[in-house]
């Protein structure tokens, strides 16, 4: 369902602004391309799964507005990735159903092929085709890894049912001369470094202490149904340019350990701090109006933010920087 549920997003992009009343005729379409790629510096084989796969590219068509078809993926698009000289650094492939359990192979999903990893500052285009559909591409410029000024946890009380809690604080300093657009995750980790099951953290549903600074707040890796759209909080420095951001809440986290004494329990918190495009931000928070908006006749239209030229979508871009901690 997860594909699935990507491709109707696309759909949605495609057909925003349009009426849909069957008594109306139904409007010209020329088929388009539709895509969602957040480019990253994170290898292939990112230990970070859930991050990672939200990120991948997907790749799929336009539909008619009163098309009654379920929209599927694409495995059939040649995708590439160029430099600002015009030279191709990456190109794209199917994930196929037997590749890798860090890529979802789900129709639709692709991987990189040539192992390239883009730097922050630099200007990428990203261009996708179709059998019989123009080309749709995109630009963006990297954007420079935020800096993570500090770190704290402290656990709160006992673990019960695997289910641990505390109290996190991350600061991080904002660059006066750029507009930034920021997402925070947060997830524990075994003593050897490696991420407990289902081990991010979320805001206790009881926190009651506020966000500091407007909305800038923790957002979920592994809320993966329809892109995150309701785990996923971006933040801009919009009213606060220049100054140190930072986060404070009471969260949990799934330990991986149902039984006390049995195995032993998260030895550290890592924080990941992605830097967003302007372009990223804007489809991020569109598609929490979308999905918000669902279902109520009354709401005003929500149409989804893209930037692809001659398609429909999103090539984003996010630059991470880590910080971890020892749990005490």
């Known amino acids: 369902m997860k594909n699935l549920s990507l491709a109707l997003l696309l759909a949605a992009a495609a057909l925003a ?3 849909s009343d069957a008594g109306l005729p139904e409007p010209p379409h020329t088929p388009r391309v539709s895509l969602f790629y957040v480019l990253t510096q994170a290898p292939q084989d990112s230990s ?54 860090s890529y979802r192979g789900d129709p639709g999903y692709y991987r990189p092929v040539l192992g390239f990893r883009p730097q922050p500052g630099q200007p990428y285009t990203l261009r996708a085709t179709l059998p019989g559909l123009e080309t749709a591409e995109s630009t963006l410029t990297l954007p420079a890894a ?35 657009y920021y997402l925070v995750f947060a997830r524990a980790l075994n003593a050897q470094g490696q991420p407990t099951a289902y081990g991010d953290l979320r805001t206790d549903e009881d926190d009651d202490s506020g966000i500091s600074i407007d909305q800038f707040q923790l957002s979920s890796a592994q809320q993966q149904y329809s892109l995150g759209a309701y785990g996923i909080h971006p933040y801009a420095d919009t009213n606060h340019n220049g100054e140190r951001l930072t986060l404070n809440a009471d969260v949990r986290y799934n330990t991986g350990c149902y039984t ?11 924080v990941t701090v992605s830097s967003l495009t302007a372009d990223a931000y804007n489809f991020y928070l ?11 006749p009354f709401a005003e239209p ?4 893209g930037n692809m030229r001659q398609g429909y979508g999103l090539f984003g871009g996010a630059t991470n920087a880590t910080y971890r901690v020892q749990i005490p």
């Open 17 to 19: 602004g349009c009426e």
């Open 48 to 101: 970070y799964q859930e991050l990672f796969q939200q990120r991948q590219l997907y790749v799929s068509n336009s539909q008619h507005v009163f098309s009654t078809e379920r929209p599927q993926g694409r495995t059939d698009a040649a995708v590439e990735l160029r430099d600002a000289a015009g030279r191709v650094v990456e190109r794209y492939r199917p994930v196929g159903s037997n590749f890798s359990a």
């Open 146 to 180: 935020p800096t993570i000024e500090s770190v704290s946890f402290q656990k709160r009380g006992a673990t019960v049912y695997g289910t641990a809690t505390g109290r996190l604080s991350v600061s991080v300093r904002d660059d006066a001369g750029a507009d930034n």
């Open 260 to 270: 006390p004494g049995v195995c032993p329990p998260p030895a550290f918190i890592e």
């Open 286 to 296: 569109s598609n929490r109006r979308y999905y918000d908006a669902d279902g109520n």
């Open 302 to 305: 929500a149409p989804l933010a």
